[in-house]
Nanobody, 122 residues
Framework: VQLVESGGDLVQPGGSLRLSCVVS????????VGWFRQVPVPGKEREGV????????HYAESVKGRFTISKDNKKNTVYLQMNNLRPEHPGVYYC????????????????WGQGTQVTVSS
């Protein structure tokens, strides 16, 4: 099982990025994928950003209206379109997968990628 994130970069405030997560060996017809953000603060847990399955989509309140999650089951890839990025959005973004339901709780997920860095700075 492998999840590989890409698309992280340095952008200015107000800019956009699209993150991709390619999932191997876990068909997205059955597995949900979530995006989580980690910031380098001691004791700070990974924060759920968005998640998707065949039947549901979830967003954290802080990203509603700014971020859009989507997936391509044929490519087994999940995307996170991030618009109007703000100084509170930087961090390492991880994608993760679990069987069936999508949630925003990182404890629910079994398989993780290595992360991609998003930096927002002028």
């Amino acid at each position: 099982v492998q999840l590989v994130e890409s698309g992280g970069d340095l952008v200015q405030p107000g800019g956009s990025l699209r993150l991709s997560c390619v999932v191997s060996e876990l068909p997205l017809d059955y597995y949900a994928v979530g995006w989580f953000r980690q910031v380098p603060v001691p004791g700070k847990e990974r924060e759920g950003v968005s998640s998707i399955s065949n039947s549901e989509i979830h967003y954290a309140e802080s990203v509603k209206g700014r971020f859009t999650i989507s997936k391509d089951n044929k490519k087994n890839t999940v995307y996170l379109q991030m618009n109007n990025l703000r100084p509170e959005h930087p961090g390492v973004y991880y994608c993760a997968s679990r069987l069936r339901e999508a949630t925003l709780n990182h404890y629910d997920f079994d398989y993780w990628g290595q992360g991609t860095q998003v930096t927002v700075s002028s």
